[in-house]
């Protein structure tokens, strides 16, 4: 029976840190190897049981993002069995490899679970390859196409910058410019991380092996990359996921900060967003 309880749940991007490509399934699917950790910043959802599925969405970065059955948060609750109706205010860009369909789904389950009683459910990689990790919401290392989950404790918190060259990037259409699908692991054992600089230090030697098939289909992608490199204390500058989003990874907040002001002045229509990630 319908209740009027409101579950507030929150949608946080997801950053990879590190994205290897190590392989290709029979399917078609890449295999990765990638460390990912989660901003303080995301969307805010309510979620409450209902008669008949709904959807509003609202929030500044709500244009374009499909309020029907395409929806994630909205596919989430169909594939536990659950009518809801969910508000999703939109903090994060779209289509930017920062996970925010798959997170928004996470948080629908996890209020879901939380109103109903239900366990979570299996397999939430049908539902989209990063719905998993979202679901575990803190430093993890991802391997297969993102189910084999090991927690990364060690992992300081990080000050970091987002930035976003408004351009959206088809996950599948970065995949595909792929020019080699057998590249390196991370190695087996991680390293103990001391300090944000330690770990930015140990970050610089990995990679993430979508950023040139990307960079390829946005040279923006490039230019951000560029300005975040420039900016005062950035460590090392990655594109997280399949892009276009791009990170820079600082010592303190107020370098973040800082750099963030750089970057607005010189590109007034970007995303540019400091945070924390955890
Ligand atoms: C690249 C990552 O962002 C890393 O966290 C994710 O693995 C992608 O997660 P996602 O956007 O939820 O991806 P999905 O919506 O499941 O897949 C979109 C498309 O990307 C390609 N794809 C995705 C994930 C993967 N491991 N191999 C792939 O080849 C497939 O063509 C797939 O049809
Ligand atoms: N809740 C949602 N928020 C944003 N986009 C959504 C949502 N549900 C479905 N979509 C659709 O999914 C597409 C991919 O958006 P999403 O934000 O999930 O990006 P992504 O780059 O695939 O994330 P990642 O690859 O890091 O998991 C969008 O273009 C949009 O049409």
């Keep these: ?19 290897h490509v190590t392989g290709r399934r029979a399917d078609g699917y890449h295999l990765l190897d990638s460390l990912v950790m989660f901003a303080d910043l995301g969307d805010r959802l309510g979620v409450a049981l209902a008669d008949t599925p ?3 969405v609202t929030g500044p ?8 059955g395409r929806n994630l948060a909205l596919r989430a609750a169909a594939y536990i069995g659950v009518n809801a109706a969910i508000t999703l205010e939109k903090h994060l860009p779209a289509a930017a490899g920062i996970g925010g369909g798959s997170s928004d789904a996470a948080a629908v389950l996890r209020a879901l679970a939380g109103l109903t009683g239900q366990p979570l459910p299996d397999d939430t990689e049908r539902l989209g390859a990063d719905v998993p990790i979202c679901l575990y919401g803190r430093a993890v290392r991802m391997r297969g196409v993102g189910e084999r989950l090991s927690p990364c404790d060690n992992a300081p ?3 970091a910058l987002l930035v976003n060259p408004g351009v959206e990037l088809p996950t599948a259409r970065v995949f595909a410019g792929l020019e080699c699908h057998d590249n390196p ?6 390293p103990r991380f001391h300090s944000p600089r330690a770990m930015a230090r140990w970050l610089m030697t990995m ?6 098939p990307a960079r390829a289909l946005a ?3 490039g230019t951000a990359l560029d300005a975040l490199r ?7 500058a990655r594109m997280s996921g399949s892009g276009a989003t791009v990170f820079a990874l600082y010592d303190t907040g107020a370098e973040a900060t800082a750099a963030a002001e750089v970057i607005r002045a010189a590109h007034p229509g970007w995303w540019v967003q400091p945070v924390t990630l955890g």
Excluded: C, Q, W, Y
Excluded at 207 to 212: G, K, P, S, T
């Design 1 to 19: 029976m319908a209740t009027e309880r409101v579950a507030e749940a929150f949608a946080p991007a997801k950053i990879n840190l590190t994205l």
């Design 54 to 56: 709904a959807l509003t």
């Design 61 to 68: 970065m709500a244009a374009g993002v499909p309020v029907d």
């Design 157 to 159: 918190a990080l000050p």
């Design 185 to 190: 692991p991370m190695p087996d054992a991680l």
């Design 207 to 212: 990679r993430n092996d979508l950023e040139a």
């Design 219 to 221: 040279p923006r992608v």
């Design 230 to 236: 420039h900016t005062a204390g950035a460590h090392m």
